[in-house]
């Protein structure tokens, strides 16, 4: 049983960078795959980026790779996302989720899922 808890959302202009946290609680996510998704008003939740346990392995939407950045610290019990070079189409409640091993880029892998964190980019 792992409880996630996202933060860090907010309203930032178009090429803006935002940071956001996740914080797990009940059981040590130094084993999971954790990942990060999104939903966008009138769309259906889709993938953002992942990350293997260890780190040893990170995944990302491809219009995501080169401007979002997943980061963890097991010491911690947390997950990060920092985004930059923000779009307006990047609106959308945000989700760090938690996994088995081998968990990747579909969101039917993970087992636990935050309550989201609204993330609007507009001018």
């Known amino acids: 049983q792992v409880q996630l808890v996202e933060s860090g959302g907010g309203l930032v202009q178009p090429g803006g960078s935002l940071r956001l946290s996740c914080a797990a609680s009940?059981?040590?996510?130094?084993?999971?795959?954790m990942g990060w998704f999104r939903r966008a008003p009138g769309k259906e939740r889709e993938f953002v980026t992942a990350?293997?346990?260890?780190?040893?392995?990170?995944y990302y939407a491809s219009s995501m790779k080169g401007r979002f950045t997943i980061s963890r610290d097991n010491a911690k019990n947390s997950v990060y996302l920092q985004m930059n070079s923000l779009r307006p189409e990047d609106t959308a409640v945000y989700y760090c989720?938690?996994?088995?091993?081998?968990?990747?880029?579909?969101?039917?892998?993970?087992?636990?899922w935050g309550q989201g964190t609204q993330v609007t980019v507009s001018s």
């Open positions: 989720a938690a996994g088995a091993p081998y968990s990747t880029r579909s969101l039917n892998e993970y087992y636990y």
């Open positions: 990350m293997s346990g260890s780190g040893a392995n990170t």
């Open positions: 009940g059981r040590t996510i130094s084993t999971y795959t």
